[in-house]
């Protein structure tokens, strides 16, 4: 229903588009209500795999080719209505199956369509965005819209926004995950539910304080707890806060999380935490900053006691926190990171980063930044999985066009040796974005 009506609106749009570029100059230059643009990219990356399956003998592409076209229109009227829609081409120009999945691989299809309303009375500040869009809070570690993926993520979903002050806002909303299909119109997943409240303040100039409440539900009755004989639904609540801040040459940040609630009629007790400090040279050559974070997802240290201790990472965007090969996620975790960040010219930024992971516990899987199993657990295993080196240039050439060149290398540690195959992997990706 939202692919057809997504249609019928971007061609209703396009007539409108052509009418206002018709008309006559003396109708052009007099005020309009309505404002109308529209826009879109093509983003185009290849990317050279080698053993990310930590075996040499086994198949895999070499080379991955992915091309990603959007296409937007935007319609305001005055600053109180807005209309929004956005369609999608994702594909995969990949050898194996393995890289033409529903994660790669989205077909003409429907990203974005919602109206936004915003209160006409001066004391009543609040906005409602209703349809399918984005959900991106905070850095993206818990709810995020994960753009580095080929297909990314969005809900449908019906939002609350309430802002009484420039430096105080709190969302409220009720939503459901859309599904990618790579042949029929995308839908969400019903059976799920995500909802939840999330406020941001800015008491203090380059400083924010966040707090937040998200709510899982999910009503397959059929989900396994940690005692197979059980069956039921997923009940879940994460509650937490993020601090950020910058005084000086130092930048700051916590985020912490608490998770609770019932999966399959057994409790859920769980938390992740994260932290990161970070210096800038300002006068020196090239602006350098270094930094250090510490991030920290729960594993479950007994899989048969009835009380689910694993994180759950919720809808996050991992790519630029756990390593580039995406080989980690915030569940069943330890992770340090030290990183220094270059400017060599205005438009140039140089990265490096070197990651140490951990697992929590070996008693619990390795999980990838997607939630998958890497590997299952090992409690005879080591806990200790490897280090990753990321190298990463971007270049913004102008308005319109930024290109990213990286390299990343993960060498296997104990835990893959333990477990099985453990050939070290490598990474080299080249992306291009033009947006219009």
């Known amino acids: 229903m939202l ?36 826009g879109g990219e093509v983003r185009y990356r290849l990317e050279l795999r080698d053993d990310f399956t930590f075996n040499d003998d086994a198949y895999e592409d070499d ?102 002050a420039a430096w105080a806002q709190l969302d409220g909303w009720f939503s459901q995950v859309v599904l990618t299909d790579r042949v029929r119109p995308d839908s969400a997943d019903h059976g799920e539910s995500f909802y939840g409240l999330y406020g941001a303040f800015k008491p203090i100039t380059n400083h ?6 998200f709510v899982r539900h999910d009503r397959d009755n059929e989900l396994r707890g940690e005692i197979t004989s059980r069956r039921g639904q997923l009940k879940e609540y994460t509650v937490g806060s993020r601090f950020k801040g910058k005084r000086g040459a130092w930048d700051y940040g916590v985020e912490g999380a608490w998770q609770f609630g019932s999966r399959a009629h057994e409790d859920i007790r769980a938390w992740a935490w994260h932290q990161e400090l970070g210096y800038t040279f300002a006068e020196a050559p090239w602006s350098p900053r270094l930094g250090m974070e510490y991030n920290h997802g729960s594993g479950d240290e007994d899989t048969g006691d009835g009380t689910v201790g694993s994180f759950d990472n919720l809808f996050p965007t991992n790519h630029p926190y756990y390593g580039y090969m995406d080989v980690a996620g915030l569940r069943n975790l330890d992770h340090l990171e030290a990183n220094l960040t270059l400017k060599p010219a205005k438009p140039l930024t140089v990265l490096a980063k070197y990651h140490w992971f951990f697992l929590d516990t070996n008693k619990s899987a390795w999980f990838n930044a997607g939630q998958g199993v890497i590997r299952a657990a090992g409690a005879s295993a080591s806990e200790t999985l490897g280090q990753e080196a990321d190298f990463l240039v971007k270049w913004q050439v102008n308005q319109h066009v930024d290109t990213l060149l990286g390299y990343s290398h993960f060498h296997a540690g104990a835990f893959a040796r333990d477990t099985g195959a453990h050939d070290d992997a490598n990474f080299a990706y080249w992306q291009t974005t033009v947006k219009f």
Request: proline share 5%.
């Open 3 to 38: 692919h057809v009506t997504g249609c019928v609106l971007a061609l209703s749009l396009l007539a409108a588009g052509r009418a206002a570029a018709e008309a006559p100059p003396e109708q052009s230059a007099a005020p309009r209500p309505f404002a109308f643009t529209a």
């Open 63 to 164: 080379a991955v080719h992915l091309l990603r076209t959007r296409l937007h229109f935007d319609l305001k009227a005055g600053t109180l209505a807005r209309l929004f829609v956005q369609g999608q081409d994702a594909e995969s120009f990949a050898g194996s199956g393995l890289n033409r999945t529903n994660t790669s691989i989205n077909r003409l299809d429907l990203r974005q369509l919602f109206v936004e309303l915003k209160s006409p009375v001066e004391a009543l500040p609040a906005t409602l965005k209703i349809g399918r869009q984005e959900l991106v809070y905070g850095d993206q570690r818990f709810v995020g819209a994960f753009d580095w993926s080929n297909v990314a993520r969005v809900f449908d979903a019906v939002k609350a926004s309430w802002a009484p």
């Open 208 to 213: 924010s304080l966040d707090a937040f409440l």
